[in-house]
């Protein structure tokens, strides 16, 4: 029975659901009430950015179904991109539009607001569904294990190493006021190598590490040279001895290529003369100068952001595009050729979408399985970068984006927000992206360039008016960290059991602490966990590797209702439904089956008496449960 004019993510109304191949057809149905006395209706699309030539559809009767009238209409789509439609109905009481201005749901409006989006995407290019499948690890390679103190000489630039691991990280600027992250600590690849066990005992299928090329800064965002292992880090044969050892223990490396820009401090700009042979600062005639856009030389350069030591390249340099994707031995090919499974690409809105296309080209030629995933913060589906609508989904550039929407949504969720601004978050997300795009998200709550998950959920805002002397060695006092604590399961409970794969930002599972950078970056408490979130993390891990329908099953949203959020996730005959309770009060929820068994094993579910009506759970305050259910009514949760 319909109950709407129009909604965009019921395929009565719009089918496929979400994004479209291109080539393929959408149908699109009005259901108006027959009191609206519509006459026509049309469906008005245009291709993004081509408004000019926007296209009416008029939508055919097919006749009544109860008290509303049946249109109808199909759209071919052309080619890959976006599209903006919205519908015109004629009435006995005059012209009304349906578009976004009501969320998904279309009502007939006098006023044509937002209008609704459409995806289109190259159904032939396919996407490595091994990432969204699995659980990835994130680490910060100088803070995660080192094997002993390294020397503090024999690097391009100078570095100071700290003896002591649990040392607070430099903060404090120099003279020149400047804060110069040439602080380490001396973690090793070999370091991570022998911690491969641990990371298997998570169940990690997906290493992804920061910078690991030389580099001044600690960071090594500001590359000092492509094709060379910072020596701290180890040497060639430690990284391709990583990777042949991670694989054997069914886990692939991901490495972060910073390819918008290098190190003021590098074989190619050479700005301190560290480097042998002469560098764009240094000579016209290097063989680098073209890489770099010079007002005046050597001074006056363009920069990421205006820090001059990250000196921004250019990418249509012949020579740069060569050395970094399409040579026989660049960038790309080299490490991957020695181990690496996939890209993260740095800044990704700030290169452009040919040059993406590039790096996944030659990537899948490497590896036809290869990952190519972005640095993106907002919707990757209209992006707008530089005035230049983005096309990361359209079909060979990216195959996922770091899901910094599903973090945000998370992190309002716990902290008060409603589960059903959550869920229309979430559901925006898939209706945008296309379906193997969605399932294959990386899923954050925390990275190296945000605050730590834990001091986030301690919710104290007082800590931002103080000094960073004060926040630098701050740690959460004993009541506070409790409730952080309750959030946090609440939080990566959210995370793991969403589309994608959830990535754990290192030491997040041993509950680190720390607020901005440099804070956040601090060194793996080996040794000193906390105990508790650990073992909360080991469950949570292998409930979600254990489940097929967590890994890769569709998602349903069954309540949402103020602080209390219940979705299901179910592929084949397995379904399982996640149950969570923001609130700080008991909560019963019904759950559309006959039987459930909680997987996180944390108690709190009672069957009904009359189990064939469904199961009846009990919340406890601020509590989740993930829950294996056996009689699912599918229908029930199809409609829900």
Known sequence: MKDLIFNARDEAYKRPYGAAEAGGTVVFCLYPERYHGVYEASLFIAEDGNDREQRRIPLQWRGLEGCRDHYEGVYTVPRPGLYWYYFRVSTSHGVFYISRGYGSKGEMAAELSA????????GAYTVPRWFGEGITYNIFPDRFRRTGVPPEDGYPAERHVHKNWGDVPDYRPDKRGEILNNDFFGGSLRGITEKLDYLASLRVSTLYLNPIFEAFSNHRYDTGDYKKIDPMLGTEEDFATLCAEAAERGIRVMLDGVFNHTGFDSRYFN?????PGQGAYQSKDSPYFDWFDFQEWPDKYSSWWGIYTLPQVREDSPA????IIEGEDSVIRHWLRL????????VADELPDWFIQKIDAVVKEEKPDGLVLGEVWEDASNKVAYDERRRYFQGGELDSVMNYPLREAIL???????AEHFAERIETLRENYPHDIFYNLMNIIGTHDTPRILSVLGGEPDVWEMDRDYRAYHMLPPGVLEGAKRRLRLAAVLQFTMPGSPCIYYGDEAGMQGYEDPFNRRTYPWGKEDPEILSFYRMLCETRDGSAALRRGDLHFIRMDEGVLVYARCVGEECVIIAVNREGDMRSVFLPCLAAEDMLRGGGAYTCENGESGTQVILEPESAMILRCEGVMKEWCRNH
Do not use: N
Not at 115 to 122: C, H, I, S
Not at 271 to 275: A, D, I, V
Not at 320 to 323: E, K, L, P, R
Not at 412 to 418: D, E, K, P, R
């Open 320 to 323: 740069y595009i060569d050395y």
């Open 412 to 418: 309002a969720f716990v902290t008060g927000g409603t």
């Open 339 to 346: 181990g690496a499974s996939g890209w993260r690409l740095d």
């Open 115 to 122: 209008r609704f989006q459409l995806t289109a995407y190259d």
């Open 271 to 275: 700005g301190r003369g560290h480097y």
